[in-house]
């Protein structure tokens, strides 16, 4: 389990909650992925893959990038 909150001036904007759900194979596993965006009352939730030798500034950065490309706006 892993846990990063994102604060601005202190005031705490979204948090991101990372839980390994099931290992693939030796060293790959799938993560639930859960970001809550304070001020909307927003959560995402959603899954990713990483392999544990990358390190865990790999998977949030692989979560970020997540949450960025899922918020965008749909265009019309």
Same mark, same amino acid.
């Given at each position: 389990m892993m846990?990063?909150? #994102?604060?601005?001036n202190g005031a *705490? #904007?979204?948090h991101l909650y990372l839980h390994n759900e099931a290992t !693939? +194979?030796? @060293?790959?596993? &799938?993560?639930?992925v859960e970001y809550a #965006? !304070?001020?909307?009352g927003k959560v995402m939730?959603?899954?990713?893959l990483h392999r &544990? +030798? @990358?390190g865990a500034?790999? *998977?949030?950065?692989?979560?970020f990038q997540w949450i960025v490309n899922k918020s965008k706006p749909?265009?019309?």
């Amino acid at each position: 389990m892993m846990s990063v909150e #994102i604060k601005v001036n202190g005031a *705490l #904007i979204g948090h991101l909650y990372l839980h390994n759900e099931a290992t !693939i +194979d030796a @060293d790959l596993c &799938r993560y639930v992925v859960e970001y809550a #965006i !304070i001020g909307e009352g927003k959560v995402m939730t959603g899954h990713l893959l990483h392999r &544990r +030798d @990358d390190g865990a500034e790999v *998977l949030v950065k692989k979560a970020f990038q997540w949450i960025v490309n899922k918020s965008k706006p749909v265009k019309e």
